[in-house]
C-alpha cells in the first residue's frame, strides 16, 4: 500500500506543476523537465550527478535535458577536463521558472503545514521515508 500512495502522490505532485505550467502559458517544457529544472536549481551539475540522484521516474534525463537546452531553460557546458561529460545549469529563462515553482512549492509546503499535517507529522513523515529509501538502498546491495 505504501508504494502505490507513493507512486500515487508522485503522480499528483507531476500533475500539480503541470497545471501550475498551464496556468503560467508555458507550454514549452512539462512537468517532469520542470521537476528536473527545479532539482538541478542553482546549481551546476554534471549529467551524471543528475542522473544518478535518479528522481524521475520512467523518464529519459538525457532526452529532457536536450530539449530543455533547445528552449533555452539549461545550459550545457563541456567540460574542460573529459570530452565525454558536461555540466549543467539553468539559464535566466531557467532561473526564472525555478523561482515561480519554488514559490509555488514553498507556498504548497505552507499550507499544507497550516492546514492539513502539522510541522512536526511532516518531519516525521519524511524520517519514516529515509528510512524506507535506506532499507531498499541496503536491500538492493545485500
Not at 58 to 82: A, C, F, T, W
Amino acid at each position: 500500500e505504501a508504494v502505490v500512495m507513493i507512486e500515487r502522490l508522485h503522480r499528483l505532485f507531476l500533475e500539480l506543476i503541470k497545471l501550475e505550467l498551464d496556468r503560467m502559458k508555458r507550454r514549452d517544457i512539462n512537468n517532469v523537465q520542470a521537476l528536473v529544472l527545479y532539482n538541478i536549481g542553482e546549481n551546476q551539475l554534471t549529467v551524471g550527478e543528475l542522473t544518478n540522484r535518479g528522481y524521475y521516474l520512467g523518464s529519459n534525463v538525457s532526452y529532457n535535458l536536450r530539449k530543455m537546452v533547445q528552449n533555452g531553460y539549461v545550459e550545457q557546458i563541456p567540460s574542460s577536463h573529459d570530452r565525454r561529460s558536461s555540466h549543467v545549469k539553468l539559464s535566466s529563462k531557467g532561473l526564472q521558472l525555478f523561482a515561480q515553482l519554488d514559490e509555488l512549492l514553498g507556498n504548497q509546503a505552507k499550507h499544507l503545514t497550516l492546514d492539513i499535517v502539522g510541522e512536526k507529522d511532516m518531519n516525521n513523515f519524511c524520517q519514516v521515508l529515509r528510512k524506507l529509501e535506506g532499507f531498499w538502498t541496503t536491500s538492493l546491495t545485500r
